[in-house]
């Protein structure tokens, strides 16, 4: 996923790129608001994380330029400002979310990954898709070619959140904090046995396999024959 990061702080806006990078995000890095508004013309973002106390424009103005052309982004503002007033003032600027500085980068992903979220499930009308393989994100069933899956509870979250992010691998870590909630044991194989699990689920009998290793970095889902 792409993420545009309007910051005019260097070491925040590369302490944040590095933390995003890490969780394997593609991130593009502006420095004031008409550089920020120009990438956001000009490319493609699942999600735009703005500054408010920007040079040249600030962040309240390129939000509400952004939305002239891009109703459906995510964005999120990132600032010091903290008062009841500067947060409607985000929001009706046509910010989806308000955090405040200094923050855990935690919160950040957090708040990053609802608003991800929220904007899949709108777009999808509730339901996730790759290739034949559906979900039902409201019922949590799950169908191959038309035909029932039966997964446990686990098995679910897990496919759930290599669907959310399709196409982009997602590291061992990265799956045990959002998955399991938990930190990552490097010496278990847990995910590993899951990712056999699902395997067998939904890859063994059915064609083109949609579950695939990156060594040394972790799993994808993805249709082959289609990118």
């Known amino acids: 996923m792409k993420i545009l990061l309007v910051e005019d702080e260097r070491k925040v806006a590369s302490f944040i790129k590095q933390g995003l990078t890490e969780q394997l995000y593609t991130v593009d890095v502006a420095h004031d608001g008409i550089e920020g508004e120009h ?8 999600a735009i994380i703005i500054d408010v106390m920007l040079p040249r ?9 952004i939305r002239t052309f891009n109703t459906t982004v995510p964005i999120l503002f990132l600032t010091a400002l903290e008062t009841t007033d500067d947060k409607v003032q ?3 600027s046509g910010g989806d979310d308000y955090l405040v500085k200094p923050f855990e980068f935690r919160e950040l992903m957090a708040r990053l ?3 991800l979220r929220r904007k899949s499930e709108q777009t999808t009308g509730g339901e996730l ?3 034949d393989l559906r979900l039902d994100i409201r019922s949590h069933t799950v169908t191959r070619a038309g035909q029932a899956v039966e997964l446990t509870a686990r098995e679910y979250a897990l496919l759930e959140f290599l669907v959310r992010n399709r196409r982009r691998v997602v590291s061992r ?4 904090e959002h998955v399991w909630e938990t930190s990552f044991d ?3 194989n847990v995910i590993d046995v899951y990712v056999s699990f699902l395997r067998r689920k939904i890859d063994k009998d059915f064609s083109p396999k949609l579950i695939h290793t990156v060594v040394g970095m972790g799993y994808v889902i993805r249709d082959e024959e289609r990118g």
Do not use: H, P, T
Request: with cysteine; hydrophobic share 45%.
């Open 39 to 46: 990438l956001a013309r000009m490319n493609e973002y699942d």
């Open 57 to 65: 424009k600030s962040g309240f103005a390129v939000c509400r330029a």
């Open 90 to 92: 985000g929001f009706d």
């Open 113 to 115: 990954r609802a608003l």
């Open 129 to 131: 898709q790759v290739a």
């Open 173 to 176: 870590a990265e799956i045990a």
């Open 186 to 188: 490097s010496e278990s």
